[in-house]
């Protein structure tokens, strides 16, 4: 069971880590993987693009089916490679 919540801002699981991906709280298992921080957000991993944002720095691309090395805390930002529906862009023609 994983909740996204405590008032005392603590762990609620002891087997769990708490991210926060695109500013929203998770709590995950040890040994998720870049798709399944991905999947959180309900961004498929065939269009994901799933980011470790360091304290300082430029963020880093992260591999999507290797385990994420995990700590307390860490910052993480899901983006898409494209947004699907509408009208495709056209070359004028």
Do not use: C, H, W
């Not at 603590?10 to 921080?37: C, D, L, M, Y």
């Not at 470790?52 to 591999?63: A, F, Q, R, S, W």
């Amino acid at each position: 069971m994983s909740s996204t919540t405590d008032p005392a801002g603590n762990q609620t699981t002891s087997s769990a880590v708490v991210i926060f991906v695109n500013r929203r709280r998770f709590e995950v298992k040890p040994g998720v993987t870049g798709a399944g921080i991905a999947a959180l957000l309900g961004v498929p991993a065939e269009n994901a693009v799933v980011e470790i944002e360091p304290g300082d720095g430029e963020p880093t691309e992260l591999v999507l089916d290797a385990p994420v090395a995990l700590a307390p805390g860490q910052q993480f930002l899901v983006t898409r490679q494209y947004v699907m529906g509408g009208s495709p862009a056209g070359d004028g023609a």
